[in-house]
């Protein structure tokens, strides 16, 4: 079992950075895979990031590459993190955190966050 809280979401002008954090409960963090999911209002929920158990493999949908980067902590704080730049007002979104157990499979994340809101403003 893993909970999974996220947080750093807010209000940002457009071309402006921002840093989600998602802290995870649990002994075997270091086992799960992690993403970054998020959905516009009235919009299906989208695959953003993820990053392996070890983070040797990592994985952006195509609208955040070279603008997004996730990492993760196992050591110390079992913390993913998703670092948000060049934001756009297309990335107003609530973002969710989650995690699978075994490798990115991005259909078949089983433990959610309660997400964290994200607006850009123009």
């Known amino acids: 079992q893993v909970q999974l809280v996220e947080s750093g979401g807010g209000l940002v002008q457009a071309g402006g950075s921002l840093r989600l954090s998602c802290a995870a409960s649990?002994?075997?963090?270091?086992?799960?895979?992690m993403g970054w999911f998020r959905q516009a209002p009235g919009k299906e929920r989208e695959f953003v990031a993820a990053?392996?158990?070890?983070?040797?493999?990592?994985?952006y949908a195509d609208f955040v590459k070279g603008r997004f980067t996730i990492s993760r902590d196992n050591a110390k704080t079992n913390t993913v993190y998703l670092q948000m730049g060049s934001l756009k007002p297309e990335d107003t979104a609530v973002y969710y955190c989650?995690?699978?157990?075994?490798?990115?499979?991005?259909?078949?994340?089983?433990?959610w966050g309660q997400g964290t809101q994200v607006t850009v403003s123009s």
């Open positions: 649990g002994r075997t963090f270091s086992t799960y895979s």
């Open positions: 990053i392996s158990w070890s983070g040797g493999s990592i994985y």
């Open positions: 989650a995690a699978r157990w075994g490798s990115h499979q991005p259909n078949a994340y089983n433990y």
